[in-house]
């Protein structure tokens, strides 16, 4: 009965579904699991990647304006 009200103010059945499996997951008095999808994988090898560049960055003769280049490339 409560989905349905969720359903109709727009909550995607994704959502519903990690609430439900969080829910259920705390009330077992279990750890919850991390979500894991393409976009949430290929933001964490952004992140990794922007480490592995900060680690080697030459802080006495590096290129800063460079490196924040490649740390944030532009969108276009």
């Known amino acids: 009965m409560l989905e349905i009200s969720f359903f109709s ?7 519903l579904e990690r609430a439900s499996t ?7 008095n279990k750890n919850i699991g991390r979500l894991c999808n393409e976009n949430i994988l290929t933001k964490d090898q952004q992140y990794k990647d922007a480490v592995d560049k900060l680690l080697g960055f030459d802080t006495c003769n590096g290129n800063l304006e460079q490196f924040f280049q490649d ?4 969108e276009s």
């Open 9 to 15: 103010i727009g909550v995607p059945a994704e959502v």
């Open 22 to 28: 969080i829910l259920d997951t705390i009330g077992n």
């Open 71 to 74: 740390i944030f490339p532009s």
